[in-house]
């Protein structure tokens, strides 16, 4: 039973850590695989120590994307296209008041009618709520070049 951590041991967690293991992982890993024991904090400490980041699951981004998944209801063009056709742009507008735990957050209402809400967290992904209706890929395209347009002027 050891408490200090080698070279070797570090680019093990190195490894894991770049793997997405969370600090919970690498303190077991640790016991299990290199015999050392480190508190949570210990572990937490070693990982700032040495400027060792978490890989963070891609997860977040692609939720939104699989609401449009259901394109085989796409047989009819004449869909797609009033979607396209729909006059104006997404209004997006920013929150007065931050959700727990956003950077910056957000609404969005779409010229169909789809509404929705955004935020992005201070490690900066993204997250996606429906609030009304699943809005299209285009509406969506329209939307993240509105919010790039809103963000780039300063709030």
Same mark, same amino acid.
């Not at 400027?51 to 963070?56: D, H, K, L, P, R």
């Not at 727990?100 to 957050?105: C, F, M, R, V």
């Not at 992005?120 to 890929?137: E, H, K, V, Y």
């Given at each position: 039973?050891?408490?200090?951590?080698?070279?070797?041991?570090?680019?093990?967690?190195?490894?894991?850590?770049?793997?997405? =293991?969370?600090?919970?992982?690498?303190?077991?890993?640790?016991?299990?695989?290199?015999?050392?024991?480190?508190?949570? @904090?210990?572990?937490?400490?070693?990982?700032?120590?040495?400027? =060792?980041? =978490?890989?963070?699951?891609?997860?977040?981004?692609?939720?939104?994307?699989?609401?449009?998944?259901? *394109?085989?209801?796409?047989?009819?063009?004449?869909?797609?296209?009033?979607?396209?056709?729909? &006059?104006?742009?997404?209004?997006?507008? /920013?929150?007065?008041?931050?959700?727990?735990?956003?950077?910056?957050?957000? *609404?969005?209402?779409? &010229? !169909?009618?789809?509404?929705?809400?955004? @935020? =992005?967290?201070?490690?900066?992904?993204?997250?996606?709520?429906?609030? !009304?209706?699943?809005?299209?890929?285009?509406?969506?395209?329209?939307?993240?070049?509105? /919010?790039?347009?809103?963000?780039?002027?300063?709030?």
């Amino acid at each position: 039973m050891s408490s200090k951590v080698t070279a070797e041991q570090l680019d093990m967690v190195r490894g894991w850590a770049s793997e997405g =293991i969370d600090l919970n992982g690498i303190q077991k890993k640790l016991v299990s695989e290199c015999g050392v024991h480190l508190t949570y @904090m210990d572990v937490r400490f070693l990982l700032l120590d040495n400027g =060792i980041e =978490i890989a963070t699951a891609p997860a977040p981004v692609k939720a939104p994307e699989k609401p449009v998944a259901p *394109k085989p209801a796409e047989p009819a063009p004449a869909e797609t296209a009033d979607a396209a056709a729909a &006059p104006g742009a997404p209004k997006v507008t /920013l929150d007065e008041l931050q959700l727990p735990g956003a950077l910056i957050s957000g *609404k969005v209402e779409f &010229p !169909s009618g789809t509404r929705g809400a955004w @935020m =992005i967290d201070q490690m900066g992904r993204f997250a996606w709520n429906d609030l !009304s209706g699943t809005p299209t890929q285009e509406e969506l395209q329209a939307f993240q070049f509105e /919010l790039t347009q809103l963000l780039s002027r300063g709030r």
